[in-house]
Each structure stands twice: as C-alpha cells, then as structure tokens.
C-alpha cells in the first residue's frame, strides 16, 4: 500500500512541474483548459439534444398506443 501511496504522490509531483512549466510558456492555461472543458460539455448537451430530436416519439416513450 506504501509502494502505490509513493507512486501517486510520485505522480502528483510530476503532474505539478509540468503543469508549472506549462503556466511559464502558456499564462493563461488554466482558463483555457475550463474553456476547453465547457465547449465539450456544451458539445455533449447538443449531441445529445439532436440525437433526441430525431426519434420519433415511439422511439423516446413506451406509453404511446397506436391508432390505426
């Protein structure tokens, strides 16, 4: 449990450096990884709105009943 507490951490060490030297080259990467973020739940919430709207209602309700 030691050995993978010391990977973690290990990772978490090498995550911040590098996230460091990105904040150097790149100042404003903290808003454009959230805005990155947004744009692809926003993109998510469309797919799903569209893919939505193209079935038809037998498709999207089991409480319809048919006449014919």
Do not use: V, W, Y
């Not at 951490?9 to 790149?26: G, I, M, P, R, V």
């Not at 100042?27 to 939505?52: E, H, M, V, Y």
């Amino acid at each position: 449990m030691i050995r993978i507490e010391n990977k973690i951490e290990n990772l978490e060490k090498q995550f911040q450096e590098l996230h460091d030297a990105a904040k150097k080259l790149f100042p404003d990467i903290d808003d454009t990884i959230a805005t990155f973020n947004n744009i692809t739940a926003q993109t998510s919430n469309l797919q799903d709105f569209l893919n939505l709207s193209i079935q038809t209602p037998i498709e999207t309700s089991s409480n319809q009943i048919c006449i014919g």
